[in-house]
């Protein structure tokens, strides 16, 4: 039933039911959230209507203000919408500002992981050469080491031979020549006995 029809039959009724439709309800009143909300200023459509005592006026008069309410509730629709839109634009505008800074935070973290392991790598490889440089000088200081250790043994017995042959040349009594063998035979020995190292 539409409320014309309800206010054609009911007439002495028509405040109230007008008054039920435009009056905003007492528990959402402007005054109850006003720490929490901004509202617009009070609709000049709330107690706005007078309706007349002929009843088609009332009724072309009621038609008129429904269809400037509908205007009104369009443009504010659609207001509300590009206020919507507008927010959703800055959030994925955010959104992206956020997943750029992320994405170049991680950039600059993986190059800062990248330039550590060249360093490290680096530092390894320095430190594996300088290994290998005091292998090979250790290397090169035993075998000179013996080196001229074998030259000390050879000049050794180069002395030894030099000193039976000299020995040798002399003339030996025969009581004293097994006395001789034996003593030059235990030289010639120790002379031959390996070093201990």
């Known amino acids: 039933m539409s409320l014309s029809r309800h206010l054609?039959?009911?007439?002495?009724?028509?405040?109230?039911?007008?008054?039920?439709y435009c009056a905003a309800p007492a528990s959402e009143s402007p005054a109850s959230h006003r720490n929490?909300?901004?509202?617009?200023?009070?609709s000049s459509y709330i107690n706005s209507w007078k309706p007349s005592q002929n009843p088609k006026v009332a009724a072309a008069q009621l038609a008129f203000l429904r269809l400037d309410y509908d205007r009104k509730v369009k443009q504010m629709r659609k207001q509300y919408?590009?206020?919507?839109?507008?927010?959703r634009i800055e959030k994925l505008r955010k959104d992206?500002?956020?997943?750029?800074?992320l994405r170049i935070a991680?950039?600059?973290?993986?190059a800062a992981k990248d330039a550590k392991k060249k360093a490290e790598a680096i530092e390894r490889q320095a430190a594996e050469e300088e290994f290998r440089q005091?292998?090979?000088k250790e290397r090169a200081e035993k075998l000179e080491y013996w080196r001229?250790?074998?030259?000390?043994?050879?000049?050794k017995k180069k002395e030894k031979n030099e000193v039976l042959r000299r020995q040798?040349?002399?003339?030996?009594?025969?009581?004293k020549l097994v006395t001789k063998a034996l003593e030059i035979t235990t030289v010639g020995a120790d002379s031959f006995r390996m070093p201990n190292y």
């Not at 992206?96 to 800074?101: D, V």
């Not at 991680?106 to 993986?110: D, F, G, L, Q, T």
């Not at 001229?148 to 000049?155: D, G, I, L, P, T």
């Open 168 to 175: 040798s040349s002399l003339w030996i009594d025969e009581d």
């Open 81 to 87: 919408i590009g206020e919507m839109e507008l927010q």
């Open 134 to 136: 005091m292998l090979v």
């Open 36 to 42: 929490h909300h901004d509202y617009l200023p009070p």
């Open 106 to 110: 991680n950039e600059e973290r993986r």
């Open 8 to 20: 054609f039959r009911q007439p002495t009724s028509k405040a109230v039911i007008l008054r039920h």
């Open 148 to 155: 001229m250790r074998e030259k000390q043994v050879e000049e």
């Open 96 to 101: 992206e500002a956020r997943k750029e800074a």
